[in-house]
Protein backbone atom coordinates (compact mmCIF):
# COMPACT_ATOMS: atom_id res chain seq x y z
CA UNK A 1 0.00 0.00 0.00
CA UNK A 2 2.87 2.43 0.69
CA UNK A 3 4.36 1.91 -2.33
CA UNK A 4 1.30 2.43 -4.53
CA UNK A 5 1.12 5.62 -2.37
CA UNK A 6 4.55 6.83 -3.35
CA UNK A 7 3.87 5.96 -6.64
CA UNK A 8 0.96 7.99 -7.19
CA UNK A 9 3.05 10.69 -5.11
CA UNK A 10 5.77 10.61 -7.88
CA UNK A 11 3.12 10.48 -10.87
CA UNK A 12 1.51 13.52 -9.80
CA UNK A 13 4.66 15.31 -9.39
CA UNK A 14 5.91 14.42 -13.00
CA UNK A 15 2.76 15.47 -14.16
CA UNK A 16 2.70 18.54 -12.28
CA UNK A 17 5.98 19.26 -13.60
CA UNK A 18 5.56 18.59 -17.11
CA UNK A 19 1.97 21.25 -17.01
CA UNK A 20 4.17 23.85 -15.48
CA UNK A 21 7.08 23.89 -18.11
CA UNK A 22 6.21 27.12 -20.96
CA UNK A 23 4.45 25.40 -24.34
CA UNK A 24 6.40 25.84 -27.43
CA UNK A 25 5.89 28.77 -28.81
CA UNK A 26 3.81 29.15 -32.32
CA UNK A 27 5.68 30.62 -35.01
CA UNK A 28 4.13 33.60 -36.89
CA UNK A 29 2.96 32.57 -40.33
CA UNK A 30 4.04 35.90 -41.33
CA UNK A 31 7.52 35.53 -40.87
CA UNK A 32 7.80 32.65 -43.12
CA UNK A 33 5.48 33.84 -45.87
CA UNK A 34 4.56 36.48 -47.51
CA UNK A 35 1.21 37.18 -49.33
CA UNK A 36 0.69 39.09 -51.77
CA UNK A 37 -3.40 39.11 -50.83
CA UNK A 38 -5.56 37.55 -47.98
CA UNK A 39 -8.45 38.58 -49.29
CA UNK A 40 -9.57 38.46 -53.35
CA UNK A 41 -12.24 40.46 -54.64
CA UNK A 42 -13.67 38.73 -57.97
CA UNK A 43 -15.96 41.96 -58.39
CA UNK A 44 -18.97 41.19 -60.62
CA UNK A 45 -18.90 38.14 -62.55
CA UNK A 46 -21.64 36.51 -64.87
CA UNK A 47 -23.74 33.35 -62.59
CA UNK A 48 -22.34 29.88 -63.28
CA UNK A 49 -18.83 31.15 -65.14
CA UNK A 50 -16.23 29.64 -63.36
CA UNK A 51 -13.79 32.49 -62.56
CA UNK A 52 -10.30 31.84 -60.79
CA UNK A 53 -7.08 34.04 -59.23
CA UNK A 54 -3.77 33.07 -58.50
CA UNK A 55 -2.31 33.42 -54.53
CA UNK A 56 1.02 34.26 -54.68
CA UNK A 57 3.29 33.79 -52.21
CA UNK A 58 6.82 34.05 -51.06
CA UNK A 59 9.28 32.03 -48.52
CA UNK A 60 10.94 34.74 -46.53
CA UNK A 61 12.16 32.23 -44.19
CA UNK A 62 15.85 30.56 -43.91
CA UNK A 63 14.42 27.05 -44.37
CA UNK A 64 12.23 25.29 -47.14
CA UNK A 65 8.32 24.99 -46.68
CA UNK A 66 6.16 23.23 -47.86
CA UNK A 67 1.92 23.15 -48.48
CA UNK A 68 1.26 20.06 -46.34
CA UNK A 69 -3.41 20.57 -47.33
CA UNK A 70 -5.70 23.05 -49.03
CA UNK A 71 -9.25 22.97 -47.44
CA UNK A 72 -12.23 24.52 -49.05
CA UNK A 73 -15.15 25.73 -47.40
CA UNK A 74 -17.51 24.23 -50.23
CA UNK A 75 -17.18 21.98 -53.13
CA UNK A 76 -17.61 25.41 -55.10
CA UNK A 77 -14.29 26.14 -54.58
CA UNK A 78 -11.23 24.45 -56.18
CA UNK A 79 -7.60 25.00 -55.67
CA UNK A 80 -5.20 23.56 -57.39
CA UNK A 81 -1.23 23.59 -55.40
CA UNK A 82 2.09 21.51 -55.48
CA UNK A 83 3.46 20.35 -52.08
CA UNK A 84 6.83 22.04 -52.46
CA UNK A 85 9.14 22.13 -50.88
CA UNK A 86 9.69 25.79 -51.91
CA UNK A 87 13.41 27.20 -51.46
CA UNK A 88 14.40 30.18 -49.48
CA UNK A 89 13.04 33.52 -51.35
CA UNK A 90 11.39 31.11 -53.96
CA UNK A 91 7.74 32.58 -55.34
CA UNK A 92 4.99 30.15 -55.36
CA UNK A 93 1.34 30.18 -55.73
CA UNK A 94 -1.85 28.36 -55.29
CA UNK A 95 -4.63 28.48 -57.99
CA UNK A 96 -8.16 29.33 -56.50
CA UNK A 97 -10.71 28.51 -58.32
CA UNK A 98 -14.94 29.08 -57.79
CA UNK A 99 -17.85 28.11 -60.13
CA UNK A 100 -19.99 31.16 -59.81
CA UNK A 101 -23.00 28.95 -59.09
CA UNK A 102 -23.90 31.47 -56.08
CA UNK A 103 -26.09 33.93 -56.75
CA UNK A 104 -25.66 38.05 -55.98
CA UNK A 105 -22.92 37.99 -53.01
CA UNK A 106 -20.48 35.30 -51.86
CA UNK A 107 -18.02 34.91 -49.60
CA UNK A 108 -15.76 31.65 -49.00
CA UNK A 109 -12.74 30.81 -47.30
CA UNK A 110 -9.53 28.66 -47.73
CA UNK A 111 -7.64 27.29 -45.49
CA UNK A 112 -3.76 26.58 -46.02
CA UNK A 113 -2.03 24.22 -44.22
CA UNK A 114 2.16 24.24 -43.81
CA UNK A 115 4.74 21.62 -42.57
CA UNK A 116 5.05 22.78 -38.85
CA UNK A 117 1.69 23.62 -37.88
CA UNK A 118 1.18 26.57 -39.80
CA UNK A 119 -2.19 28.03 -41.62
CA UNK A 120 -3.69 30.56 -43.05
CA UNK A 121 -7.17 31.29 -43.69
CA UNK A 122 -7.69 33.04 -47.67
CA UNK A 123 -10.70 35.01 -48.06
CA UNK A 124 -12.65 35.78 -51.21
CA UNK A 125 -15.49 37.40 -52.19
CA UNK A 126 -17.41 38.91 -54.93
CA UNK A 127 -20.57 38.93 -56.70
CA UNK A 128 -22.20 37.09 -59.72
CA UNK A 129 -25.21 38.54 -61.66
CA UNK A 130 -27.43 36.71 -64.37
CA UNK A 131 -27.83 38.02 -67.22
CA UNK A 132 -31.46 38.62 -68.68
CA UNK A 133 -33.17 35.83 -70.81
CA UNK A 134 -33.58 37.76 -73.30
CA UNK A 135 -30.51 40.28 -73.96
CA UNK A 136 -31.21 41.73 -76.45
CA UNK A 137 -34.59 43.40 -77.99
CA UNK A 138 -35.52 40.65 -81.44
CA UNK A 139 -34.52 42.18 -84.48
CA UNK A 140 -37.23 42.11 -87.56
CA UNK A 141 -34.89 42.19 -89.88
CA UNK A 142 -33.12 39.26 -89.39
CA UNK A 143 -36.15 37.04 -89.72
CA UNK A 144 -36.53 38.65 -93.06
CA UNK A 145 -32.92 37.63 -93.98
CA UNK A 146 -33.78 34.19 -92.84
CA UNK A 147 -36.81 34.04 -95.45
CA UNK A 148 -34.93 35.41 -98.36
CA UNK A 149 -35.81 38.53 -97.93
CA UNK A 150 -38.46 41.29 -98.75
Known sequence: MKKVF???IALAGVISVNAQQDPQPVEDISK???FKETDHDF???PYGKPAEFNLDMKNISADS???EDVKVGCGCTTPKWKPGPYAP?????ITI???GYTEGAFSKVVTLYFKGGLSKV???HGETFKAPDNAAPANGAVSQLKQGGN
Do not use: E, P, R
Open 97 to 99: GFN
Open 43 to 45: GKI
Open 89 to 93: GQDFD
Open 65 to 67: IAI
Open 6 to 8: ALM
Open 32 to 34: VIQ
Open 122 to 124: IKF
